[in-house]
């Protein structure tokens, strides 16, 4: 017979005890199909900053995923770290495109003709795109080609802002 102590198993963490860390899929989270390759859940663009951003009284932003969110008004550009600005930078150039009558209809004509191609067999009517096309529109850089400051642009939809950050 063979005692063995079971209190001393429950202590440890399985992670410690396994040579390999243990996945239920056996992928990693972002080797996954619906995440490597899935449009942005999120409705701003987020931009990957590699560079740390200060201000004159010292203050300074890190290098991180930001999302970058319009405001409103559409005066000022914010970054965004876990639904908390970080950083505000004022709009400089600000473009807004109008829907024209003719894309609108172009829109509708288009929606109507799937609908009446699968009328007869609903289920396979394929799924609205219509989201996923404005999410795969939206964008967000920073260019530090200026030796001054960087230049922050911000695409979404049909909105088109330029901020800029003083060295």
């Known amino acids: 017979m063979i005692a063995a102590d079971c209190n001393l198993l429950a202590l440890n963490n399985p992670d410690d005890i ?10 990693l989270d972002k080797d996954k199909g619906y995440i490597k390759f899935g449009y942005p859940s999120s409705t701003y663009p987020i931009l990957n900053m590699p560079f740390i951003l200060e201000d004159f009284e010292g203050n300074t932003l ?3 995923h930001y999302e ?3 405001s409103p008004d559409r005066n000022m550009l914010y970054f ?3 639904n908390k600005i970080k950083a505000s930078v004022p709009v400089a150039k600000l473009v807004e495109k109008m829907v024209s009558e003719e894309e609108e209809r172009k829109r509708i004509e288009e929606k109507e003709k799937l609908a009446k191609k699968y009328k007869n067999n609903p289920r396979k009517r394929p799924l609205d795109q219509t989201e996923r096309k404005r999410q795969a529109g939206m964008e967000a850089s920073i260019d530090d080609s200026n030796p001054d400051y960087y230049i922050l642009r911000y695409k979404n939809g049909n909105i088109q802002a330029t901020g800029y950050i003083l060295k």
């Open 18 to 27: 396994l040579p390999y860390p243990n996945y239920k899929s056996g992928l």
């Open 62 to 64: 890190p290098p991180g």
């Open 68 to 70: 970058i969110v319009l």
């Open 80 to 82: 965004v770290e876990s």
